[in-house]
């Protein structure tokens, strides 16, 4: 477990957040904001724009419901030792995972989500909590992050790695 300090943030655009939801005027999907001006607008933590900073993330609210629809119909075997080495945000939910990535050069996605199965695609038009925003989102404040304080943090690579091939096509089959 690292620092906020260590993460990589050059090139990314970041909005504040409080709780889950942007707590900045409408049209932060436009906004760019580098990760000291987010964290200075206050709030409950701090959030990644996925359109400005073409990125993307791979919510999994429940591994292995997640590891099932995988297995089953793609050939990419356990989804969470696949993307073992990816940059990762975690929460103290031990049942979840959170993955965020670049988007490759010349793609574009929107969202696809299994809500029966707590799976969700985001990307163009979303956000998703960087670590060091509290967990879960009833207030407090920024600080260094660890889950005994109740915060998400990270594990993984301290920079977003390009989405892997496998999940750009995964996603462009059911991109909504």
């Known amino acids: 477990m690292g620092k906020m300090s260590e993460l990589k943030t050059d090139g990314l655009s970041f909005?504040?957040?409080?709780g889950k939801a942007p707590s900045f005027g409408g049209g932060w999907q436009r906004e760019e904001m580098d990760f000291s001006e987010a964290v200075a607008h206050g709030g409950t933590?701090?959030?990644?724009?996925?359109?400005?900073?073409?990125?993307?993330?791979?919510?999994?609210?429940?591994?292995?419901?997640?590891?099932?629809?995988?297995?089953?119909?793609?050939?990419?075997?356990?989804?969470?030792?696949?993307?073992?080495?990816?940059?990762?945000?975690?929460?103290?939910n031990a049942k979840s995972g959170k993955f965020m990535f670049k988007l490759p050069e010349g793609v574009s996605l929107s969202k696809f989500a299994l809500p029966d199965i707590k799976l969700e695609f985001r990307s163009q038009g979303h956000q998703d909590v960087w670590p060091g925003s509290k967990y879960p989102p009833k207030g407090g404040d920024w600080r260094e992050w660890n889950a005994e304080n109740g915060y998400y943090w990270h594990k993984g690579s301290n920079a977003l790695k390009d989405l892997p091939l496998p999940l750009v096509k995964i996603w462009q089959a059911h991109d909504q």
Not at 15 to 18: A, D, E, F, H, S
């Open 45 to 92: 933590g701090v959030g990644l724009s996925h359109g400005v900073s073409n990125t993307c993330c791979l919510d999994i609210d429940d591994v292995p419901a997640a590891e099932a629809w995988f297995k089953k119909y793609y050939d990419v075997g356990s989804i969470m030792e696949y993307l073992d080495g990816h940059f990762e945000v975690l929460s103290p």
């Open 15 to 18: 909005i504040p957040v409080k």
